[in-house]
């Protein structure tokens, strides 16, 4: 039993072994197959490893022949070079040609001139070829008459033709000839015999049309000397008048050179212009006085040009100016002496301008500015200024003192006086007094006269004012029992008036009624309104009155009436001198009525002035 | 004659003309004043130029003066002459004085002067002076009159 069991499993191994060796050789032989397959792929690569090859030669071939190409390529830019070094060479023969061209030019232009030459001359040459022609014509007229003589020697030879048949034979021959010359001669002959008949007609034409033309010359030379008349008298009078326009355009030019050379010869500054305010004259005071120069400013705006500036050197705008002013308005305007010129080098001066509008037809075509350098005037003005303020100290001040002194002496400040040193001094007191008034009244009268009084109006109450003057001179007026009385019409509103220089009037006015009228006198003040616009202040006394004769005199300086001298001697004579230059200066009026010379009957003194106030800074007289 | 004051005031004279400065320290003491005077502003203040005599007034005069004015014990009252010797006048002194706002600048400032220009005049009430009188217009017992109203207020 075991043995059978090995059996089998020995079979069994066999069988193993067996199939074992079957799939061996299936993979042998799938290994040959491979190898077969690799064998084949490896033939392959070989072949793919030639045809690369071949292909590298192939492409060092190519690389051969590119270089080669590059080399040819090289070879032709040199080529090209040389190509474009001959076009070069070309282009400049050519441009050398070109010249040459041009040069021919000029040259067939100099033998096309030659040949214009040579053709004038031709047509020279064909005239006289034509008149050879005319000659040709008589010679062969000549030559018809020598035919004709020949005519009869071949006669003459005729007779003699028997002697000499040989000669006439060739004689006739030749006459044969002859004639047939001579006929064509006289066809020449004839032909220019009807030539010559042509031309005799348009010769008989051309006689015509000269004969015409003679006639017409004629007239011609008729019309011509009446024109040579007329030209000379038109000569004559172009003369006349050539020389009257000379005269008198040397009379305008004298005229103008003598206007210009007054108007360039002003001596304040000068200036004109158009109506757009261009300067179009400008004298040599205003070049010198602005520091400019005529050619730099004419034809341009003044104002533009000119800085015109105030006392503080503000710039004043150019509408401002004068010279606008006076172009946009038809009225003159004159300006203070606020105005500063400011020149180029910034200086500047003051100046007193006037311009006026230059009016045609109510049209403003132009202005005409004036102007003058004030500061010496100025500098006077401060000097008169300076003068009064010095005399008015320098004067007041021992009168102050001898007023002072004699006051506390008289006051008994330093022990009781007596009564006649108290009289005395009472009469140094006194007199001392008059004279500061006179000093007083001789200051105003000097700030009147050198211009340095000024008017500042303000609005003023004129009762008020007449009242306090009145007041002050109360106990002078009680003193001489005077009656007195003051109207002041109420409807009055306030006025402009300077309040220091109407206190001086009034007081005056009111002092000399006061003093020139008798004890128990009556003195009369009112206030009223005149003419809507002024204010009227009537003050009438019953005193001594001004006599007649002296009347005129009465606002003279230093001028006292005889009758009051007599009287009194307290009095300037300046009072009414001031009087009438304030009120005058205010823009007002001062008169007075008197009977004169008859005592008593008093003087009656009006003085008007405007409600509204006049400035005027400062004032003269 | 002399009328006392409850409390005896001071008045400071400025005054340059020696005749008037004698007769208004007379008067003003005769009417009850003390008074404090000198004949320019450098001579009333002690300064030195004051004590030669000399007669420059300059800025720094006037800077003293203001100096002293601020150092008095009491004023009550000024008396001033516009025309000072030297190159400023009363006006510049008025000016530098009520602008300067010392312990005094607020008392009355009197300018009695023989100047009389308008303008000088309006120039001083602009400035603060409290009246201004012409001299030989003006008799002294007007002035001191015056002050004494003044002061009484």
């Known amino acids: 039993m075991k043995q059978k069991n090995s059996i089998s499993a020995a079979d069994d191994i066999i069988l193993k072994l067996k199939i074992l060796a079957k799939e061996k050789e299936s993979v042998r032989r799938k290994l040959?197959?491979?190898?077969?397959?690799?064998?084949?792929?490896?033939?392959?690569?070989?072949?793919?490893?030639?045809?690369?090859?071949?292909?590298?030669?192939?492409?060092?071939?190519?690389?051969?022949?590119?270089?080669?190409?590059?080399?040819?390529?090289?070879t032709t830019a040199k080529e090209k070079e040389s190509v474009r070094r001959k076009l070069a060479v070309t282009a400049a023969k050519l441009a050398a040609t070109a010249e040459k061209l041009?040069?021919?030019?000029?040259?067939?232009?100099?033998?096309?001139?030659?040949?214009?030459?040579?053709?004038?001359?031709?047509?020279?040459?064909?005239?006289?070829?034509?008149?050879?022609?005319?000659?040709?014509?008589?010679?062969?007229?000549?030559?018809?008459?020598?035919?004709?003589?020949?005519?009869?020697?071949?006669?003459?030879?005729?007779?003699?033709?028997?002697?000499?048949?040989?000669?006439?034979?060739?004689?006739?021959?030749?006459?044969?000839?002859?004639?047939?010359?001579?006929?064509?001669?006289?066809?020449?002959?004839?032909?220019?015999?009807?030539?010559?008949?042509?031309?005799?007609?348009?010769?008989?034409?051309?006689?015509?049309?000269?004969?015409?033309?003679?006639?017409?010359?004629?007239?011609k030379e008729d019309v011509r000397r009446k024109l040579v008349v007329i030209a000379q008298k038109l000569k004559n009078s172009h003369e006349t008048l050539e020389h009257k326009v000379f005269e008198r355009t040397k009379e305008l030019e004298m005229s103008r050179a003598k206007e210009e050379a007054i108007l360039l010869s002003i001596g304040d500054g000068l200036l004109v212009t158009d109506e757009k305010g261009n300067i179009i004259i400008i004298n040599k005071t205003a070049e010198k006085l602005l520091g400019i120069k005529s050619e730099e400013v004419l034809g341009k705006i003044f104002s533009e040009e000119v800085v015109l500036v105030d006392e503080k050197g503000v710039v004043i705008p150019p509408e401002k100016h004068p010279v606008e002013m006076a172009l946009t308005g038809s009225v003159t305007t004159a300006s203070g002496p606020t105005y500063y010129y400011a020149r180029k080098d910034k200086t500047k001066f003051p100046m007193a301008i006037m311009a006026t509008p230059v009016l045609l037809n109510g049209k403003v075509i132009g202005t005409i500015k004036i102007f003058r350098d004030i500061t010496s005037e100025r500098e006077v003005d401060k000097a008169k200024t300076e003068f009064v303020s010095l005399a008015s100290h320098q004067l007041r001040t021992p009168l102050s003192a001898v007023s002072w002194y004699a006051e506390m002496l008289l006051a008994g400040d330093v022990?009781?006086?007596?009564?006649?040193?108290?009289?005395?001094?009472?009469?140094?007191?006194?007199?001392?007094?008059?004279?500061?008034?006179?000093?007083?009244?001789?200051?105003?009268?000097?700030?009147?006269?050198?211009?340095?009084?000024l008017i500042e109006p303000e609005a003023i109450d004129l009762s008020k004012l007449v009242q306090s003057v009145i007041d002050e001179q109360k106990s002078q007026i009680s003193a001489k029992q005077i009656s007195f009385s003051f109207l002041f019409e109420k409807s009055m509103s306030k006025m402009r008036a300077d309040p220091k220089h109407i206190r001086m009037v009034v007081q005056n006015i009111l002092?000399?009624?006061?003093?020139?009228?008798?004890?128990?006198?009556?003195?009369?003040?009112?206030?009223?309104?005149?003419?809507?616009?002024?204010?009227?202040?009537?003050?009438?006394?019953?005193?001594?009155?001004?006599?007649?004769?002296?009347?005129?005199?009465?606002?003279?300086?230093?001028?006292?009436?005889?009758?009051?001298?007599d009287k009194?001697?307290?009095?300037?004579?300046?009072?009414?001198?001031?009087?009438?230059?304030?009120?005058?200066?205010?823009?007002?009026?001062?008169?007075?009525?008197?009977?004169?010379?008859?005592?008593?009957?008093?003087?009656?003194?009006?003085?008007?002035?405007?409600?509204?106030?006049?400035?005027?800074?400062?004032?003269?007289? | 004659?002399?009328?006392?004051?409850?409390?005896?005031?001071?008045?400071?004279?400025?005054?340059?003309?020696?005749?008037?400065?004698?007769?208004?320290?007379?008067?003003?003491?005769?009417?009850?004043?003390?008074?404090i005077s000198a004949r320019?502003?450098?001579?009333?203040?002690?300064?030195?130029?004051?004590?030669?005599?000399?007669?420059?007034?300059?800025?720094?005069?006037?800077?003293?003066?203001?100096?002293?004015?601020?150092?008095?014990?009491?004023?009550?009252?000024?008396?001033?002459?516009?025309n000072l010797l030297g190159k400023e006048d009363g006006l510049d002194f008025v000016k530098k004085f009520k602008a300067n706002g010392g312990r005094w600048s607020k008392i009355p400032v009197f300018v009695v002067s023989n100047a009389a220009s308008p303008k000088t005049i309006k120039s001083y009430t602009e400035s603060g002076a409290s009246k201004y009188y012409v001299k030989s217009d003006h008799r002294l017992e007007e002035i001191i009159g015056d002050i004494k109203v003044l002061l009484a207020r």
């Open chain 1, 415 to 453: 022990g009781d006086l007596n009564e006649k040193q108290k009289k005395y001094l009472d009469e140094v007191y006194r007199s001392n007094q008059r004279m500061v008034e006179l000093v007083n009244a001789l200051l105003d009268v000097s700030s009147l006269e050198l211009g340095t009084f």
């Open chain 1, 511 to 565: 002092s000399n009624a006061v003093k020139y009228t008798h004890e128990g006198g009556r003195i009369k003040l009112s206030i009223s309104v005149f003419e809507k616009k002024n204010v009227l202040i009537k003050l009438s006394d019953t005193g001594y009155g001004i006599p007649k004769n002296q009347q005129d005199k009465i606002f003279t300086k230093l001028f006292r009436a005889d009758n009051v001298r």
């Open chain 2, 1 to 35: 004659m002399v009328k006392k004051i409850a409390k005896q005031k001071t008045v400071l004279v400025i005054e340059d003309e020696r005749p008037l400065l004698e007769v208004i320290n007379a008067k003003l003491e005769k009417s009850g004043f003390n008074v």
């Open chain 1, 32 to 74: 040959a197959v491979t190898a077969a397959k690799l064998a084949v792929t490896a033939e392959k690569l070989a072949a793919t490893a030639k045809e690369k090859e071949s292909v590298r030669r192939k492409l060092a071939v190519t690389a051969a022949k590119l270089a080669s190409t590059a080399t040819k390529l090289a």
């Open chain 1, 102 to 219: 041009a040069v021919t030019a000029k040259e067939k232009e100099r033998v096309r001139r030659k040949l214009v030459i040579t053709a004038a001359k031709l047509a020279v040459t064909a005239e006289k070829l034509v008149i050879t022609a005319a000659k040709l014509a008589a010679t062969a007229e000549k030559l018809a008459i020598a035919a004709e003589e020949k005519e009869g020697v071949r006669r003459k030879l005729a007779i003699t033709a028997e002697e000499k048949e040989d000669v006439r034979r060739k004689l006739v021959v030749i006459a044969a000839k002859l004639a047939a010359t001579a006929e064509e001669k006289e066809d020449v002959r004839r032909k220019l015999v009807v030539t010559a008949a042509k031309l005799a007609t348009v010769a008989e034409e051309k006689e015509g049309v000269r004969r015409k033309l003679v006639v017409t010359a004629e007239e």
């Open chain 1, 568 to 621: 009194d001697t307290d009095g300037t004579g300046l009072g009414l001198y001031i009087v009438k230059s304030i009120v005058e200066n205010s823009g007002g009026k001062v008169w007075f009525e008197s009977l004169g010379g008859k005592e008593n009957k008093g003087t009656t003194f009006y003085v008007k002035l405007p409600l509204n106030g006049k400035e005027v800074l400062p004032v003269s007289i």
């Open chain 2, 40 to 82: 320019s502003v450098d001579q009333a203040f002690g300064s030195e130029l004051g004590k030669k005599g000399a007669s420059v007034i300059s800025i720094e005069s006037i800077e003293r003066a203001l100096h002293y004015i601020e150092s008095l014990e009491h004023v009550d009252a000024i008396w001033l002459d516009h």
